[in-house]
């Protein structure tokens, strides 16, 4: 090989990468904070479309789209009422989602329970007397669960405004924790 190709190559790649730099969705210099706290949360990395669905909202019975919160960080979780981890990371999720929805958060959970029933039974055990200020869904089917390839839960995902998977999160976490706190105050 002479040098010249392989000054060309270098160059070449080069110039791919920082156009490749240039068109990413994600500028991480515009997120301070995002990459910080999702890897002091444990979480990954996702940087994907987040897939569209549409359930029945277990409040009102109304037909509702992920897309409908477009515009909106998206705190996405899949749980079930007869997950214990579930049930414990609920009251962090509820502090968390009181503390943010007016500056632009929406916390949809996605209730995989087989029966309306036991979401409706654990909701009114959880905050009896109060309405939450999550959004609840429900899918005993699990395809929205499916579609974002959730093998366990409780599992959330962050989305962004623009309607792109920040990160995901396996696992009860403790959403009242700084970390989790920095995640959500720059993405807003």
């Known amino acids: 090989m002479n040098s010249q190709y392989v000054k060309m190559v270098v160059l070449g790649a080069a110039v791919a990468a920082f156009v490749a730099v240039q068109l990413a969705p994600w500028d991480l210099s515009e997120k301070e904070g ?7 949360l444990q979480g990954e990395w996702v940087d994907r479309p987040a897939p569209d669905f549409q ?31 579930c049930r414990r990371e609920m009251p962090s999720m509820e502090n968390l989602v009181r503390q943010y929805k007016n500056r632009g ?19 009114n055990e959880f905050l009896p007397g109060q309405r939450s200020a999550m959004t609840v ?26 309607g792109r998977i920040v990160a995901r999160f396996v696992n009860e976490y403790d959403w009242t924790r700084p970390e989790a706190k920095q995640l959500i105050e720059a993405l807003l």
Not at 34 to 40: I, K, N, P
Not at 138 to 159: H, K, L, R
């Open 105 to 123: 958060l929406e916390m949809v959970a996605v209730s995989l329970d087989p029966e309306q029933q036991d979401i409706n039974k654990f909701m």
């Open 34 to 40: 995002v990459a910080e706290a999702v890897v002091d």
């Open 55 to 85: 359930l029945p909202n277990v409040d009102t019975g109304q037909q509702m789209s992920l897309s409908d919160f477009r515009g909106k960080v998206i705190f996405l979780n899949f749980w079930a009422s007869f997950c214990e981890p």
């Open 137 to 162: 869904l429900w899918d005993a089917a699990g395809q929205s669960s499916q579609a974002y390839g959730t093998e366990f839960i409780p599992e959330t995902y962050i989305i962004d405004r623009q």
